[in-house]
């Protein structure tokens, strides 16, 4: 067992958080650095006893937690988000050893998970008087739900994670984070420094392998699960959560399209497409996934974008002036690869990219596959990698049918200088977040949610919060002789 200090040593002794303690589990397993693939510490390998000893801890300590007042559960998250802050330097690198991103971008994510602990602790869910008269009184209030989990995936596991931590515990809710086994050490630690701000069994933390997921999913206990993930695994947590009907909230894949008119500056908005689709080495899930330039641009476009992405420096993020990191893991890595094995098979035209080099680390050099068909893999398909078709339109009403007709809707963006006909085309788009000129711009106070299949519910933002509650509807009959 570890001990709970006043300073944080972020690269070594890697705990579960249960009920206030460090704990450790008799088996350990270790992620890899993907740029190197050398083994990163041993972390616990949770059983289910440690998720039943976290459950119950979780329940007691719902028992208080739920009925602190507001500004105190806002004092605990503005104190956990100064401490992030102040471990954010090492966090970073702690970031980058198992994520892979370079390390700017990697203090970049611990500085957006400071901005949205902070951000989030400003809203406030307050009780609505709806109607009142001499005779009655109706108000709708928010009641905590209970115990949540929040399961998070391996390409942003700081933010993904805080994310759902503030408006789990800001609503009086207990919360135990469930990383993704290949990148489980900055939650680790994150479930660590909590400790020192809020009482046991609020923040918990548990490490695993492929087992933990769905026996938290399936357990008794928990009220409700917020995940982040895929797709396809989001259908098995909600099923196996259909069983005790907890809540779900499911932030999944997706297949962004960005459509590009012709009204456009072309060396400007190539550069922006190229990084919103080469960000994270493609590993966002609101990634730039299918280009939508106008025909009539597409010679000088696609040659703007090549020129960009060939700026692009792959490599160790470690290393100065490496823009993107390997992959996260192999599993991602060989999955990516199908995508340059079809280009042969497919006779997929390269702008750029195709090849990649035979190194230690999982790295993929950046690629664009130019007018691919509308139904080839790459144009269907997340491969959630640094590869990206570019495809060409000449038709609006066209354009917009090809960019909803897929079953994923997390995000879209239109590129036009015209401001009437970009937001003439954004409104007709069917996708959580839609944007102009811009993507991935994400703030703490919107609502962030996938249409389709890219997810169910929301995250952030006021109704963020109110997904974690229950809503309750009081009738106040103010006589008993009215
Ligand atoms: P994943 O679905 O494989 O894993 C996500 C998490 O679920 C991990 O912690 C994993 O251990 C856990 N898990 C796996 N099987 C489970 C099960 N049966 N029950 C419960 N938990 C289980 O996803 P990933 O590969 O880690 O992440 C990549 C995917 O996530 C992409 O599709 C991406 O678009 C999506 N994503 C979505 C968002 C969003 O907010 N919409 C954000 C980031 C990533």
């Known amino acids: 067992m570890g001990s709970i200090g006043a300073s944080l040593d972020l690269f070594s002794g890697f705990y579960n958080t249960i009920n206030g303690k460090l704990t450790t589990t008799e088996k350990t397993r270790h992620g890899i650095n993907p740029a190197n693939g050398k083994p990163n510490p041993e972390v616990p390998v949770s059983t289910p006893k440690d998720v039943d000893d976290a459950v119950a801890a979780a329940k007691e300590a719902f028992k208080s937690w739920s009925k602190t007042s507001n500004e105190e559960r806002k004092k605990a998250v503005l104190a956990f988000a100064d401490a992030l802050e102040r471990y954010e330097s090492d966090f970073g690198k702690l970031l980058t050893q198992e994520q892979g991103k370079p390390l700017q971008f990697a203090v970049g994510e611990i500085k957006a998970g400071v901005h949205w602990l902070r951000s989030l602790s400003k809203l406030e869910l307050k009780e609505e008087t709806i109607e009142e008269d001499e005779e009655k009184r109706v108000v709708v209030r928010h009641t905590p739900l209970g115990v949540t989990v929040g399961i998070v995936p391996w390409n942003f596991p700081v933010q993904l994670a805080v994310g759902k931590i503030a408006p789990s515990v800001l609503t009086g809710n207990p919360i135990i984070i469930k990383p993704s086994p290949f990148t489980p050490y900055c939650d680790l630690k994150l479930g660590e420094l909590a400790q020192q701000y809020f009482p046991p069994g609020v923040v918990q933390v548990l490490s695993g392998d492929d087992n933990l997921g ?145 190194k230690p680390g999982y790295f993929i050099t950046p690629t664009i596959i130019d007018k691919p068909a509308d139904d080839s893999r790459i144009a269907t398909e997340e491969p959630f990698g640094p590869i990206v078709p570019l495809l060409t339109w000449s038709d609006e009403d066209d354009v917009i049918a090809r960019a909803n007709n897929t079953k994923l809707g997390l995000g879209a963006s239109v590129w036009s200088d015209d401001l009437d006909e970009a937001t003439r085309i954004a409104r007709q788009l069917d996708a959580g977040s839609v944007w102009v000129n811009t993507h991935l711009e994400l703030d703490p106070n919107a609502p962030f949610g996938g249409h389709k299949e890219s997810g169910i519910g929301y995250e952030w933002g006021i109704g963020g919060l109110k997904a974690f509650t229950n809503i309750q509807t009081l009738y106040l009959k103010k006589k008993t002789s009215a």
């Open 214 to 358: 769905p026996w938290l999913t399936a357990h008794p206990g928990p009220d409700k699960i917020s995940f982040t993930g895929s797709t396809v695994t989001g259908k098995k947590v909600m099923e196996s959560a259909a069983k005790t009907l907890k809540r779900v909230t499911l932030e999944l894949g997706g297949k962004d399209p960005a459509i590009i008119t012709k009204n456009i500056n072309i060396d400007a908005v190539a550069q922006k497409i190229g990084a919103l689709a080469f960000a994270n080495s493609g590993q966002v899930c609101l990634a730039i996934k299918r280009i939508y330039v106008h025909e009539s641009i597409h010679d000088k476009f696609r040659d703007a974008i090549v020129a960009f992405t060939k700026t692009l420096k792959v490599g160790d993020g470690t290393e100065e002036g490496v823009t993107h990191g390997p992959l996260q893991n192999s599993m991602q890595y060989e999955k990516v690869k199908t995508f340059f094995s079809d280009i042969e098979k497919e006779k997929w035209t390269v702008a750029v990219g195709g090849k990649n080099e035979d």
